[in-house]
């Protein structure tokens, strides 16, 4: 079986150009492809996450990938999948979030020589003639075929910028540009990519007569047909000082039973025949299955280490057994911390479990929360300061841990 298959077979594949060509392509090794990053933070997140996992399959198939940060496009904003303009960023914060980005990505890809190479397409997008690129670019695109294109028409009731609807432009332009500079011949991408995607291949094939190819990764939704990687608190990052290897192990550990399998296909490096025979297993092996999801994924990210850790804080929190040291915790000044005792509302919210007064209290009054084991039913309850100096473990729902304790 050919990397092209396995892709398949995961159901990574959502849209191609030329699918003889792409298969041969990949299969040999011949694809010198690339994947963009917007910098919107300074830290990548689940929902980049397949792509990376992407580029390393592709790697390790014998292709050369090339890392895109969007120093250059970050300055505009994509507006696939917005109902709304994203806030613009310095270009101080752009600058900062590249940098960010580069680290974690050393995990997933190999860079190095004839191996993976990164740019930042700020290199050539902030040199940019404005009358030079409308000449040489801009009468390649016809503004009716832009204004179909699905990134742009849930927009357009909204109101779309000027400033946004060049990021096709400048996405094409970037596709232009590599295979010009490294030979790029393909380019990978969420679905939602897929015009921005077309333009650029149609642009080398005006500016160049080459072919170019683009192949859209299936977007990670679950069951409910809603993007996964996002909680209550925001985004599930890949920055452990933003998401703890613990909050990251957890979040797959509860996924839905309907996702399990998807998601050890789509995301794991296990093979295809150890999942086809996970499959077979009984229902009543779907927490082993979770456990396995969880624990791969951590160990991708963070490493095994990590991931036993936060393995280990899941059995003692599920099963009794296991070290809670690693648990997420605040540690409350005993300045904070009155002779008397703080209130539950207060704690919850000094912890970041609610963020107001009347979303703790909420929590209490719905039975949502327990103090080392006990379910807390009255809005008035009080923590002493002895429980604190011993650590109080504090459930949120079903699947929130904390321990609350008091500095030494």
Known sequence: ??????????????????????????????????????????????????ALCLMKRL????????????????????????????????????????????KQMERFIDFGEDKAIMVNNADWLLKLNYVELLREVGAQFSVNNMLRAECYKQRMEKGLSFL????????????????????????????????????????????????????TITLLLNSEGKKMGKTANGAVWLD????????????????SDADVMKCLRMLTFLSLEEIAAMEAWDDSRINE??????????????????????RQVSLSLFAGIGDDSRMPGTTLPASEVPEEGIGAIALLVRCGLASSNGEARRLIQQGGVSFNGEKVTAIDAVVTVDSLREGVKIKKGKKVYHKARLAE
Not at 86 to 97: C, F
Not at 291 to 300: G, K, N, P, S, V
């Open 164 to 215: 946004e609807f060049n990021y096709m432009i400048m996405q094409a332009y970037d596709f232009y540009y590599l295979h010009n500079e490294y030979g790029c011949n393909m380019q990978f991408g969420g679905d939602d990519q897929w015009s921005n995607m077309l333009a650029g291949t149609e642009l080398i094939r005006k500016k160049t007569g080459d072919d170019a190819y683009a192949m």
């Open 289 to 310: 299955k979770k456990d396995i999801l969880a624990y791969e994924l951590t160990a991708l990210v963070h490493g095994r280490e990590e991931a036993d850790k936060a």
């Open 240 to 255: 452990p000082n933003k998401t703890s290897p613990f909050e990251f192990y957890q979040y797959w550990r509860n996924v």
């Open 59 to 102: 790697q390790m198939a014998g292709n050369k990938p090339i890392v895109l940060v969007g120093g250059g496009t970050g300055h505009i904003g994509d507006p696939s999948g917005r109902s709304d303009m994203r806030k613009m960023m310095t270009t101080e914060m752009i600058r900062y979030n590249c940098d960010c980005f580069r």
């Open 1 to 50: 079986m050919g990397i092209y298959e396995e892709l398949q077979a995961r159901g990574l594949i959502a849209q191609v150009t030329d699918e003889p060509e792409i298969r041969e392509l990949i299969n040999n090794g011949g694809a010198r492809f690339y994947i963009g990053f917007d910098p919107t933070a300074d830290s990548l997140h689940v929902g980049h996450f397949m």
